[in-house]
């Protein structure tokens, strides 16, 4: 993870691709916790109107069974902040308020 400043100008972040994220640092807790998705967990997708379960989330993209089991989420504080590979948590965009980007990338 590599934190950076981030201006009005650098938008849109480049280097986007499914196994990187941006993220507003400041809106992190850290330490940040790298698991296995659970029964019951929720977030709220990028560009949904709100929250929704993650199961089934990965249901509507189709995402078969077997893949569905090793689906890995990037929990801050208690929440979701990014289903890795397929969606950042809306609250945790970047936006024109940011000035702090956290910049993920699954190696």
């Known amino acids: 993870m590599e934190i950076v400043p981030i201006r009005e100008r650098d938008l849109p972040l480049r280097e986007s691709g499914p196994r ?10 850290f330490p940040l916790l ?7 967990d929720r977030f709220h997708p990028l560009g949904a109107p709100g929250k929704r379960k ?5 249901v509507d993209l189709k995402i078969p069974w077997p893949e569905r089991k090793g689906v890995v989420v990037l929990e ?5 902040a990014w289903v890795v590979g ?20 699954l190696l």
């Open 76 to 80: 801050s504080a208690g929440e979701i």
């Open 34 to 40: 790298l698991r296995r998705h659970r029964p019951g």
């Open 54 to 58: 993650l199961q089934d989330f990965l």
């Open 20 to 29: 990187t994220a941006w993220l507003d640092a400041d809106r992190l807790t």
């Open 86 to 105: 397929l969606r950042i948590d809306e609250r945790y965009k970047v936006t024109e308020e940011t000035r702090r980007g956290a910049f993920l990338q």
